[in-house]
């Protein structure tokens, strides 16, 4: 190895690091806000040493400028913001079921900071994101993310414009398959609420002097609870599913 291609290997170890360390950062799990800084830049570095040996033959012959250099790293960054907001996306489909589950059970007004949003949420969303995370690491779930970032070098070549309509198309695809599946996982609690709240409406109306709402609440919540611990398993089984299917796009299977 000679002097005169330390700078080339330099900026093509640049050019990698700034698609990994924008997808860690964007990444549930790995980039949270309870995770600290400095971890995810060593785990950045880790991923970027990784991937050099993959990554560096495709890239394209260097710019001679800086302009050129810096726009080429703009849209690696670009790339690696794209997998990184997928993925937290795809794994949001728990919040809106949290979200949902919490109103009909009466506690939405218990918020706590869930520490894979970085912001106050509803308590039951925080705690099935939480075991999503959980269950996809424990079920090693987390492999077809990391073959996705191979993947990514085949689908969003270096140095090529970035197919904007097909990403778009993705994100709606991966858009509505959260809140579908969202709501689908809070579907027995959305059935359990409008049977709750409509048998307590025709109690009310029998006995307009006592105030039922008010008594019936920590029966809606341990009903909730007792509901949660009957489908809590298969909803969780589902939900791996769907994550599982959500990120075939990435990995070329259905091609972006």
């Known amino acids: 190895m000679t002097v005169t291609l330390l700078p080339e290997l330099a900026a093509v170890f640049l050019l990698i690091f700034a698609r990994m360390g924008t997808m860690v950062m964007m990444m549930p799990g790995i980039g949270d806000n309870a995770v600290p800084t400095n971890i995810r830049l060593v785990l ?7 991937f050099y040996p993959v990554a560096a033959p495709q890239m394209p012959p260097l710019p001679s400028s800086l302009w050129g250099l810096g726009v080429l790293a703009v849209g690696e960054m ?10 937290r996306v795809i794994l949001a489909a728990l919040q809106v079921a949290g979200t949902t589950i919490a109103f009909q059970m009466g506690l939405g007004f218990a918020l706590n900071v869930d520490p894979t949003q970085g912001q106050q949420g509803a308590l039951i969303g925080a705690f099935l994101s939480v075991l999503g995370m959980t269950l ?5 779930l987390h492999h077809p993310f990391i ?6 070098y085949t689908l969003f070549v270096p140095g090529d414009i970035m197919p904007t309509g097909d990403i778009l198309q993705a994100f709606i695809a991966i858009f509505a398959g959260m809140f579908a599946i969202g709501v689908q996982i809070a579907a027995p609690f959305i059935v359990f609420g409008l049977v709750f709240y409509l048998g307590l409406g025709v109690i009310s109306r029998l006995m307009p002097q006592i105030q039922i709402f008010f008594i019936a609440m920590p029966a809606n ?3 909730g609870f007792v509901l949660m611990a009957a489908v809590i398993g298969a909803v969780m089984t589902w939900y791996l599913d769907h994550v ?4 075939q796009p990435f990995l070329g299977g259905n091609g972006l």
């Open 244 to 247: 599982g299917l959500a990120i």
């Open 136 to 140: 996809i690491f424990v079920t090693d």
């Open 78 to 87: 670009l790339v690696g913001f794209v997998i990184g907001l997928s993925a």
């Open 147 to 152: 073959m996705a970032l191979v993947q990514s």
């Open 221 to 223: 919540i341990l009903l």
């Open 44 to 50: 950045a570095l880790i991923l970027t040493l990784l």
